[in-house]
Structure formats: C-alpha cells, structure tokens
Nanobody, 115 residues
Framework: VQLQASGGGLVQPGGSLNLSCTASRTISSSNVMGWYRQAPGQQQREFVA????????DYADAVKGRFTISRDNNKNSVYLQIGRLKPEDAAVYFC?????????WGQGTQVTVSS
C-alpha cells in the first residue's frame, strides 16, 4: 500500500494549512487512518490525530481545537486541517493506515511555521 501525503508548506504563525493523504488501496478497509509528525531533532514520530472506519476521531492534546481530521472513502483520502499554527507545530507530517495487520506510512509532507 502506498500513501501519498501533500499540502505542506510555509505558513505564518496563526495561519492554516490543509494536508491530504491518498492511499493506493481503499481506505474503507483500514480500521483507522492517522496523522503523526516528527519535528527536527525528535527521534520519534508524535501522534497527532486519527479517525476510525466509522468516523470516530481522536486528537493529541497539543492540537485539540485547532486541527481537524476527516476522511473521504470515495477518494481513498484522509485530510488534516491544521489551524492557528504555532511554531511548535513545525514538523514533517506523516499519514498512516492499517491493512491486513500491517501499518503503512506515507513519505511525509513538511510544515514550516515562520514569520
């Protein structure tokens, strides 16, 4: 399964971006789709948000109220609307999904927050 993330870029603090992730396989067969991020110097990816097959969402405390995850099964895509960006939101954002007991990851899209 291939996951293609896009939509990253340079944004000023307080700004917003819409990230997209499109899968090569139908996402309706993935129990959960998620977004993680890895900031410069961090060893591990940090959980950001996930959405289940039936649309239940979950967010990291750091992004609650500012980020929104959604999915479009017809387009095999999952989205992350990120708003009121802070400098600490700067990171490479990765999407993932779960098929046949295996987690698959996209290549990441860079979000830079700078004035």
């Amino acid at each position: 399964v291939q996951l293609q993330a896009s939509g990253g870029g340079l944004v000023q603090p307080g700004g917003s971006l819409n990230l997209s992730c499109t899968a090569s396989r139908t996402i309706s067969s993935s129990n959960v789709m998620g977004w993680y991020r890895q900031a410069p110097g961090q060893q591990q990816r940090e959980f950001v948000a996930r959405i289940t097959k039936i649309g239940i969402t979950d967010y990291a405390d750091a992004v609650k109220g500012r980020f929104t995850i959604s999915r479009d099964n017809n387009k095999n895509s999952v989205y992350l609307q990120i708003g009121r960006l802070k400098p600490e939101d700067a990171a490479v954002y990765f999407c993932n999904g779960h098929w046949d007991g295996i987690w698959y990851w996209g290549q990441g899209t860079q979000v830079t927050v700078s004035s």
